[in-house]
């Protein structure tokens, strides 16, 4: 995975995820945005790890805003990746999740 932001901050290195932290992930994050709306939520794609990935969902309207945070050099506050996404439709989520675990070979 690559970050670049105006070629001034550049991350750069190698992340691997089995097929079943993924399926764990994605499961995760359906039943979150099966829920009601309205309701923020966060969800370590990798928990446990030495380097955690933690998607933070923001309720946004009729969908999610998201703030992701990866910190490569271990669980510090010092050392981190920090990304927004602009919000999605809920629906939208859904779909894309939904497809995601149905391309899932275990």
């Avoid at 969800?43 to 946004?60: D, F, S, Y």
């Amino acid at each position: 995975m690559t970050a670049d932001w105006c070629s001034c901050l550049r991350a750069d290195f190698t992340a691997y995820l089995s097929a079943g932290e993924i399926a764990d992930f994605v499961a995760r994050m359906l039943s979150h945005l099966r829920a009601p709306s309205g309701r923020r939520f966060s969800a370590a794609v990798t928990p446990g790890r030495n380097n955690p990935l933690t998607l933070n969902a923001e309720a946004v309207q009729d969908g999610f805003a998201f703030f992701v945070r990866l910190t490569p050099n271990g669980d510090d506050g010092a050392c981190h990746l920090q990304m927004e996404i602009d919000p999605i439709d809920a629906t939208e989520l859904r779909g894309v999740f939904d497809a995601l675990r149905a391309s899932l070979v275990l």
